[in-house]
Every structure is written in C-alpha cells, then in structure tokens.
C-alpha cells in the first residue's frame, strides 16, 4: 500500500508527464492549451481526466447545482450526440443522474478503460494512448459544440 504522500506524488508525477507528452499539440483553434485542466469557458462543464488503480477514464461533466439547468444542458449536450460520437469516433456512455465521489449529483457523457494503474509506471503509456486522442478529439468537438451552448450562459 502506498502512503497518501506516495498517492499524490505518483499522480503528480502521471499529471506532469501526460502534460509535456501532449504539450506540443495545439488546439483545434490552433492555440497552445493547458490539455490536462482544460477550460471549456462554460461554468459547471468540465473535461475530466481521472487515473486510479484500476481504470482510466475520461468525460465531460455538467455540475450545475441547479437540477433544472443543469437538464438544459445535458439535453443540449444531447442534441450533439452525433457530432461527438464522430469527433471521438466511439459510443461513449451517458449518465442524467450520476453522484460523483462528492455525493454531488452530476450528469455525464464519458469513456473508460480498465485493467492500468496510475500506480504502475508500465502502464502509463496505455493510459496515455487512451487519453491523449480522446482528449484532442474532445477539443475538436468543443471548438464547434460549444455554439449550441451560447443561449444557456
């Protein structure tokens, strides 16, 4: 078992790793982007990456508090179904009603894969070719998706 300290500095470590491994690619805008906290500009819409010990995975996460709103924007999320489906070129799994490790009730559109651990440096590179086109096709999905979300700000 590792210590809380050993947890945190190994997926530090991943963090920064994935970062400078994929830092070199710019935007589908063609700009130079911080790929591993990516901003979506749309509060309550984020782009999350999570790596544990037995999966990784990666999502888009509607958080408004607000059930109501937070319903507009997973139906709009929705109406770009198939624009995602072709950006990522896979099915990925939807979620109205999810609770996250917070409790906090969220909805989400994500793919995982199982069997690497974050904790295991020989499975990094499995994990980094799992996020790294996914994380870029997301990217190029958003640069075009997030006109439908305008009316909702």
């Given amino acids: 078992m590792y210590t809380r300290e050993q947890v945190a500095k190994l997926k530090e470590e991943f963090w920064t790793t994935f970062g400078r491994y994929i ?22 819409v984020y782009f ?15 958080t408004h508090s607000d059930e109501g709103i937070r319903e507009l924007f997973y139906e709009q999320l929705q109406e770009l179904h198939l624009m995602l489906a072709a950006s990522v ?33 020989e499975t990094w590179p499995d994990i980094i070719s799992f996020l790294k086109p996914r994380i870029i096709a997301l990217d190029e999905f958003w640069s075009d998706g997030k ?3 305008e009316a909702l700000k």
């Fill in 23 to 44: 830092a070199p690619h710019l935007s589908a805008e063609g700009l130079k982007i911080n790929w591993v906290n990516y901003k979506t500009g749309l509060k309550d």
């Fill in 48 to 62: 999350r990456m999570e790596a544990d010990k037995k999966k990784v995975y990666i999502g888009i996460e509607l």
């Fill in 89 to 121: 070129n896979e099915e990925w799994e939807w979620e109205k009603d999810y609770h996250n490790e917070y409790g906090q009730e969220i909805s989400r559109v994500f793919t995982q894969k199982t069997g690497v651990n974050v904790f295991n440096k």
């Fill in 147 to 149: 006109y439908a979300f």
